[in-house]
């Protein structure tokens, strides 16, 4: 890798990714380069030092990631400083629709795309009534111990990343385009005011805005299902029409708020 600073952008909606995020910073700290991490959320509008080595790490939704996700990709200026970039996804079976179609706009950009890696992680969006997951701490050591891995091979440049391909251009111009919108359609969120205690943590939470405080919260229609209020609420009020979800979190809301 050619800069000593990462710039390592991420969001997580219930702390997969942050867990990824922080085992890399951790490895790449040990030997002795600086890693910033900066949550994407707030960063659709920074200046990017093009000198750093940009990384980005999302979660898989809907076999790709979210829309906003795509904004701050979309949004990464063009560069003619041979800056290096690297792709993190965390996910549960599989995605299809992000590693090529990601590669295809960064290097467009003029980004040199040094690696990608796709690493399964505990589910966040298992309907209760199909199965029951178990082993989520098991599958989280496992995860981590790829994102270590990953980090490695990015460290002594053995890493590679997938090129596009049809398939994959169309999975993610589908999910982007209609299953995000259906599934505002069919699975609106909403608080349950019989338990809702008025606490503003989905609210504060919300990485798009969606939530409005008035008196009690208020769900707007732009909705990208990162399913933090949801799984973060602290008296379960935050429900999904037609849809019943797995309660899981695996950090406390305070440290995606940091
Ligand atoms: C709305 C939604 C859709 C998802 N779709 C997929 C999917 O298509 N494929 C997959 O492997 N995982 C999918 N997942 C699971 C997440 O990618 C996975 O649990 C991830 O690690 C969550 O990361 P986070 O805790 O950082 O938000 C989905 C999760 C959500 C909330």
């Known amino acids: 890798m050619k800069s000593k600073v990462i710039d390592l952008y991420f969001f ?47 979660p898989i939704a809907v076999q790709t990631t979210f829309p906003f996700c795509w904004s701050f990709i979309n949004n990464l200026p063009e560069t003619d400083e ?25 290097r467009k950009k003029g980004y040199i795309t040094i690696g990608a890696k796709e690493i399964k992680m505990p589910s ?26 990953f980090a490695h091979n990015l460290h002594y440049n053995i890493t590679h990343w997938l090129d596009v391909n049809p398939v994959a ?32 943590l989905c609210f504060k939470l919300c990485p798009v805005d969606n939530i409005e405080m008035i008196n009690y919260p208020e769900f707007k229609d732009t909705c990208q299902f990162c399913m933090r209020c949801y799984h973060f609420c602290p008296t379960d009020a935050i429900e999904m029409t037609n849809m019943q979800i797995r309660k899981y979190t695996a950090v406390k809301a305070e440290e995606l708020l940091k």
Not at 171 to 194: G, P
């Open 169 to 200: 251009g169309i999975v993610k111009k589908i999910s982007l385009q209609k299953s995000f919108s259906w599934m505002r359609k069919h699975h609106k969120m909403y608080a349950n005011e019989s338990k809702c205690i008025r606490c503003g």
């Open 12 to 58: 997580s909606g219930t702390g997969n990714t942050l867990l990824v995020s922080k085992e890399i910073k951790k490895y790449f700290e040990e030997n002795q380069f600086t890693v910033n991490l900066i949550r994407i959320e707030k960063s659709q509008h920074l200046e990017v030092d093009k000198s750093h080595t940009i990384g980005i790490a999302v």
């Open 124 to 149: 966040n969006f298992s309907p209760t009534k199909m199965f029951k997951l178990k082993n989520d701490d098991k599958k989280t050591s496992a995860g981590l111990i790829e994102a270590r891995r």
């Open 82 to 106: 041979k800056t290096e970039v690297f792709l993190v996804t965390t996910r549960t079976m599989y995605s299809g629709g992000i590693i090529g179609p990601a590669k295809k706009i960064l």
